[in-house]
Every structure is written in C-alpha cells, then in structure tokens.
C-alpha cells in the first residue's frame, strides 16, 4: 500500500484542481468587483450575501462528506462524483457571472439564488476531490506528493484564468458586448475547460486504501470529530489562511483601478489598471506556485508543522510592507507580490497533507474511518475563509466611503490600501500563531502510520 505512485496518476489528481481553481479564482478575484462595478450591488448588501449563504454552505460541507462516505460504488466512493458533477458544476459558474433585466432588488435575490447553488455544487465535487487523497495512498511522503501536485494544478488553472481573463475581458468588449455579456462569455470558455479537466481526474486516478471499518454510524463519526483536538487546531489555521488569500484576491481590482491606476512601467510604457491587476494575479499565483513546489524540500527540512508556521510569519511581514508604498513604485508592488505568493504557497500542500494525517490519527484512535467528513472540513474551511475574506474587504469599503465608479477620497483610498495589506496580514500571523499548538510532528505520524499498517494487515489477513 506504500507503492509509489505513478507520476500520470499524480498528474491526473493535479487536473481536478486545476479544473476548480479556474472558477475558485474567478470567484475569489472578480465576483466581488462583479457584483459592485457591473451589477452595482451596494457592498453591504453584497458583503451579507457573502454571509448568509457561505455560513449555510459551510453546514453543507460536513454534509456531503457524510453522504460520500456512505457512497459505495464500483469505480470507489469518491471519484464517481467528478464524473457526476462536472458538467453542472460549470453550467452554474455561468449562470452566477450572467446579469438578469431585473431591477436592483431582482438582481440581488438571482444573485443570491445562483451563488448559493454554486458553493452547493462546488461543495458536492470539491469535498470528494479532496477525500480521494487519502484513499489513493497511505503514505504520507506520496500525499505531501499529490497535495503538491494539487496545488500545481491549481496554480496551473489560476494562472491560465488571471493570464487570459483580461484579453478575453477586452476582446469580447472589443467585439460589442458590455460588460456584464463579456464576463458571461469569459466564464463560458472557463467552464467547458473546467469540465474536461475533472472528467481527466476521474479517468487517470484509483482509490486503493480500504478503512479498517467500512460501517460506522453517522453519530460516532460526529464524536470522533468533535473529540479530535489535532482536527480543530489544523480547522483554524487553515480559515485564517484562507481569509488572509481571498482578502488580498478580492482586494486587488479595487486596489489597481482607484489606488494604483494607470501607470508608466519600464520595458512596457502606459500600462492599464487592468492590464497591470492581471498581471499581478498572475504573478501572484505563479509565486504560489513556485511555493508549492518548494513545500517538498523546506517540508523535508522543517517539517510540516514549522514550514507553515514559518511561512505564514513571512507572509504576514510582505503583506504589511505593501501599505507603505506609493503607486508609482510598481516594480516594489510586483517585488512584494512575488515574495508573499512564494511564502503564502508553501503552505497550501502542506494543510492538505496535514488532514490526511489527522484522519489517519482518528482511525488510529477510535479505529473508525471518516474521510470525506474529515477533508468536507478541508472545503468548509475555504467557504468560511471566502466568507470572511469576500465579506470583510467589502464592508471595509462601506466604512471607508467607498463609492463604485467614481473618483475616491484619501479616507477611502486608505481603506483599500490597508485591505491589501495590513488587515490581511494580521490573519496571516494569527494562522502561524495557532499552528504552534499542533502537535501531530512528522516523526509522530511514522509511528502512527506504521501501527496503522500493522492493524489494516490484521484485518486483511483473514479475508486471504
């Protein structure tokens, strides 16, 4: 069961995330400036939007774990659902960046309608994508191998989106289209590559490791959960690290188009706002990915629990540094962009790998297995971080006087500069802060991986 994996197999787990990063940065990036500067929602409105239906959609998650755990089909419990959900999951990212001619109340309710059904759906394929790492091996060096692949994946398909985003933004423009129709049609092309790419993991992945005890009742897998201190620790780490990403995501829009503007920029001349944003999500997400690959070897030298600690501090300490510069100085802003996306990378794999391990510390405990209720708290995490970190930057806006579409004051300015980068690193902090409690080491985890083995062996021998 500790075989190696085949790198095709690694590649193939790599396209699930590749597939939903493309809407997750959409999300993340452009729905909040959507709904703002092309519906003209008002931010207080859009920020309880944020709340209501993400604090919902976070009781979906556990939910949905519970029902892929039950799942017992012959291609495994988990895979089936990427073949299940593909194409719906695309069919409704269309729906939530498409503009009914309705007027501001109608807009809000469609808008609260499609997104609810596209965090329901992002739930219903994301929390068996992530389950599938622990069933495809038990070895904690080939998980740290598929979580890097994963987040390659992901930055792979968020690079691809923010790269291409604001050409095909403008081509369709270009074209005739307004705003609200080119968003739609850009979501379009995103969705049919989305599909393809999650029917790819189905194709090229296996589910091998087997629990101990396939029968368990919904209410001890609950209590395993609840009593798993490691589970809670690694739980708000993680949502403080996802506020401290969707925070600076969704802050960058408002960040070019009303602080840093229009610039001269050596080698490239005048630059457009929203040529210079897309390049700094790029950027930044071609920094997280160059993180993500290091998560190996600084892994390797620091172990899981340090490396993030480590990263996290340092992120917080670029992400500050941003509110002091001016925005003339674009090469410093792209400078400090590549420094917090190598840190903030590092320790995406690395939270992900850390889940596989506190399910296998749960079944080492209680010899009960509960994966897809376990990792469904790996996706409600990142609603409740896409809920704070969507919801927070939007009522900051509100209390800085910020006005959609119209020139801002110093006061308001302020506001969206302290968005990107002080009020983010704060939580950036507070994450490598809590993590100092974990206690699941990397020398504690082959202990535990070996009984494991030697139970699972017991259990397998009778049947032969």
């Known amino acids: 069961m500790n075989e190696q994996l085949k790198i095709k197999e690694k590649i193939g787990y790599g396209f699930g995330d590749l597939a939903s990063s493309m809407f997750w940065k959409i999300f993340a990036m452009y729905l909040t ?19 209501m239906v993400r604090l919902w959609d976070g009781l979906n998650d556990p939910l949905m774990g519970i029902i892929a755990d039950r799942t017992n089909t ?21 729906l939530a960046f498409s503009v009914p001619d309705f007027g501001p109340s109608g807009k809000l309710v469609y808008a609260y309608i499609t997104y609810t059904l596209m965090m329901m759906v992002y739930t219903a394929i994301n929390v068996p994508y992530g389950s599938l790492m622990a069933v495809m091996t038990n070895s904690p ?28 933004l403008d081509f369709f423009k270009n074209a005739g289209a307004n705003d609200a129709k080119s968003y739609q049609y850009m979501v379009i092309i995103y969705a049919i590559v989305a599909a393809f790419f999650f029917v790819m993991t189905y194709l090229w992945t296996k589910e091998r490791v087997k629990a101990l005890k396939e ?16 589970w809670y620790i690694a ?43 897309g390049a700094y999500m790029t950027i930044w997400l ?20 340090f490396a993030f600690i480590v990263s996290m501090f340092l992120s917080a300490v670029f992400s500050v540094l941003l509110y002091w510069l001016n925005p003339q100085e674009v090469t410093l802003i792209f400078v400090l962009n590549v420094l917090t996306g ?17 399910a296998d510390y749960s079944e080492w405990k209680t010899d009960r297995r509960a994966v897809g209720l376990l990792f469904s708290s790996s996706s409600m995490s990142q609603k409740l971080g896409l809920m704070a970190g969507g919801a927070l930057p939007l009522y900051i806006l509100a209390t ?21 980068s002080i009020y983010p690193g704060i939580t950036a902090a507070i994450s490598g802060a809590l993590l100092l409690l974990y206690k699941l080491t990397d020398n504690k985890m082959v202990r535990i991986t070996k009984e494991l083995a030697e139970k699972r062996a017991q259990v397998e021998e009778p049947e032969k």
Do not use: C
């Open 342 to 358: 190598i840190s903030a990378g590092v320790v995406l794999p690395l939270i992900l790998s850390m889940y596989a391990d506190i």
């Open 33 to 51: 400036f959507f709904y703002t500067d092309v519906v003209e929602l008002s931010p207080e409105s859009v920020a309880l939007m944020f709340i």
């Open 400 to 420: 800085y006087g910020f006005q959609a579409n119209a020139e801002q004051t110093e006061h308001s300015l302020k506001g969206i500069r302290l968005m990107i």
């Open 286 to 305: 071609a920094a997280n990915m160059l993180g993500a690959f290091l998560a190996i070897p600084i892994s390797s030298l620091l172990g899981k629990k």
């Open 141 to 168: 060096k080939e998980r740290t191998a598929l979580a890097s692949f994963r987040y390659i994946g992901a930055y792979s398909g968020g690079i691809a989106m923010t790269a291409s985003a604001p050409y095909i």
């Open 235 to 277: 739980l708000g780490a993680n949502i403080l690290m996802l506020v401290f990403l969707t925070f600076r995501e969704a802050s960058i829009m408002y960040y070019f188009k009303y602080f840093v503007q229009d610039q001269t920029v050596p080698l490239f001349g005048e630059v457009a706002w929203g040529k210079l944003s």
């Open 74 to 94: 012959s291609k495994g419990k988990y895979r089936p659902y990427l073949l299940w959900i593909a194409i719906p999951f695309g069919l409704i990212g269309v």
């Open 215 to 230: 029968k368990s009742s919904v209410w001890n897998d609950l209590k395993d959960l609840g009593k798993n201190t490691q």
